[in-house]
């Protein structure tokens, strides 16, 4: 784990806080598939808010662009997109931030730089790449980042991204978010190799892992890659060590792994974590902690209220916002 010291008080609350309102969220989303308020597809973050936080602190989102795959609720929450419609999105509203039609896999919001949830596993990493190539030819001092699953390792477009990434010298950050498990199985029954830091140094890329349980270690090596990327206009890649708590989507009940194996990373919760390290700072204490969990609490309940009340998309809707 590393030190919180050299860290201003304020910064580590807001770190501390947005990680705990993202698994407010998601355990309310849960709670809301189970009481069929939100249909299709549903993929929550729990276990990995640590990877969001961590890596968006590390961005200035006026220059910077972020892209992701279907488990995208933390990442759109960690840029400030507006829980209520987040909310909305997911029980198809009118008021979701694609105005109920993306659903949960394609949360999506260009002023705040969120280039949206994918629904293909690796379809965000060329697009990253073209982003990244618009902010080099336009020489806007910004990078891009990308996150996408371990099993997106394997698709062609990951290899291709990655060589003309150092080809064209391109602003772009991959980020791996090794969560253990692709759909229904283990990433090491399905990987040639465990490592995936060489995917990266294969292509010229530097590539490193990092402890996704712990949100400091994320912001600084995230803050290390980002400044490459934007002073030598170098692309890094990082596999990010973390576990989803949940199963892969709502309709798994996530039979591949062992109570233990669950039990054992939830004793490295990242949020956890970095409360019992602010604790023993003597930075906060447990009842301002329990006092901002009911306020996070209370803004989710706010969410579903609004969910609940927004109106359904009129049928016309559906011959709009078509392209070809
Ligand atoms: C091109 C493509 N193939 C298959 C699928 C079906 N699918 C959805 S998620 C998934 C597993 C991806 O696992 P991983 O990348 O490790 O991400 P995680 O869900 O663990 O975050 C698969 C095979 C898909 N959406 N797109």
């Not at 969120?114 to 965000?124: D, F, S, T, Y």
């Not at 949940?246 to 996530?254: C, T």
């Not at 919760?269 to 390290?277: F, M, S, T, V, Y």
């Not at 901002?292 to 109106?311: G, M």
Request: proline share 3%.
């Amino acid at each position: 784990m590393r030190k919180i010291d050299s860290y201003d008080k304020d910064f580590l609350i807001s770190i501390l806080r947005e990680m705990n309102f993202i698994r407010r969220f998601e355990e309310k989303a849960g709670q809301m598939y189970g009481l069929k308020k939100i249909g299709g597809f549903c993929h929550l973050y729990n276990g990995q808010e640590a990877v969001a936080i961590g890596a968006v602190k590390a961005l200035d989102m006026k220059t910077d662009y972020i892209l992701t795959g279907y488990r995208d609720h933390g990442h759109a929450l960690a840029v400030g997109m507006d829980p209520n419609a987040i909310m909305a999105e997911l029980y198809g509203k009118s008021t979701g931030v694609s105005r109920g039609k993306g659903g949960s896999m394609h949360m999506f919001d260009v002023e705040k730089h969120m280039l949206g949830g994918n629904g293909i596993v690796g379809g965000q990493i060329p697009v990253a790449g073209g982003v990244a190539l618009m902010q080099a030819y336009k020489g806007t001092g910004g990078a891009t980042l990308v996150f996408f699953g371990d099993g997106a390792i394997h698709q062609g477009s990951f290899h291709e991204t990655l060589n003309l990434a150092k080809i064209w010298n391109l602003p772009v950050v991959f980020i791996c978010e090794n969560n253990q498990y692709g759909m229904g199985t283990s990433y090491d029954r399905v990987s040639s190799v465990t490592d995936y830091s060489i995917m990266g140094n294969s292509y010229g890329i530097p590539s490193w892992q990092v402890d996704g349980m712990d949100v400091i270690a994320v912001y600084e090596e995230l803050g290390k890659a980002v400044k490459q990327a934007k002073e030598q206009a170098l692309p890094a890649f990082i596999e990010i060590q973390t576990y989803r708590y949940k199963g892969h989507s709502m309709s798994d009940p996530a039979k591949y792994r062992s109570k233990e194996d669950l039990e054992a990373y939830k004793q490295k919760d990242p949020i956890l974590g970095l409360k019992a390290r602010m604790l023993d700072a003597g930075l906060i204490t447990d009842e301002q902690f329990k006092e901002w969990d009911k306020e996070d609490k209370k803004r989710v309940q706010d969410a579903i209220e609004f969910a609940d009340k927004s109106p359904e998309p009129p049928l016309s809707d559906m011959y709009e916002d078509i392209l070809a």
